[in-house]
């Protein structure tokens, strides 16, 4: 099981290949990101957030998460340094 911390919306656990199956969508907003297309990589990022809501299980653990979404609506600066980019 991995914890997906989504900022704004909270912890949900997805088992691994849950996870595993978001990677390519997640390797395609990081290339969009390195492209300067931010309008598309918003558009998936708030794809993949609907899909860990759809599918995880919503937690209160105290432990870090396995991973961190950013929420759809950073600017993209912010966004741009979060994956340091900038």
Request: with cysteine; aromatic share 8%.
């Amino acid at each position: 099981m991995v914890v997906v911390h989504v900022v704004g919306k909270g912890k949900y656990e997805l088992s691994n290949d849950e996870w595993l199956s978001l990677q390519p969508i997640l390797d395609e907003i990081c290339s969009f990101i390195e492209d300067g297309d931010f309008e598309r990589a918003y558009h998936r990022l708030g794809e993949v957030v609907k899909r860990i809501e759809n599918t995880g299980r919503r937690v209160e653990v105290f432990r870090p998460a396995d991973f961190v979404v950013p929420p759809v609506d950073l600017p993209s600066s912010v966004l741009r340094r979060l994956i340091g980019l900038d």
